[in-house]
């Protein structure tokens, strides 16, 4: 099994910055892609950003320019800078990790960090 806990969500006024950090642990594991996703209230959940085990990017197009995606692989961390933040970026975010555990490939998600935009 791999866990992910996110951290570094909050309050920020729009225009602030905000970074999120996503750490994976367990054993015998090895990180592949990483993914951010976001969900509002009442609305579906919505693919942030996603790199590579060798760091390659994309990105939603409401996040290009003012988001950027990183990873620490020998952290087996995941970060995203998110930064001009807008209200509309109000949402719970959450990691995703694919991983290879003891052969196996698995799919496994963060439990989620509250991201809120507001004056």
């Known amino acids: 099994q791999v866990q992910l806990v996110e951290s570094g969500g909050g309050l920020v006024q729009p225009g602030g910055s905000l970074r999120l950090s996503c750490a994976a642990s367990?054993?015998?594991?090895?990180?592949?892609?990483m993914v951010w996703h976001r969900q509002a209230p009442g609305k579906q959940r919505e693919l942030v950003a996603t790199i590579t085990r060798t760091g390659s990017t994309n990105y939603a197009d409401s996040v290009k320019g003012r988001f950027t995606i990183s990873r620490d692989n020998a952290k087996n961390t995941v970060y995203l800078q998110m930064n001009s933040l807008k209200p509309e970026d109000t949402a719970v975010y959450y990691c995703q990790s694919l991983a290879v555990v003891r052969g196996a490939m698995g799919d496994y998600w963060g439990q989620g960090t509250q991201v809120t935009v507001s004056s």
């Open positions: 367990g054993s015998d594991f090895s990180i592949y892609t």
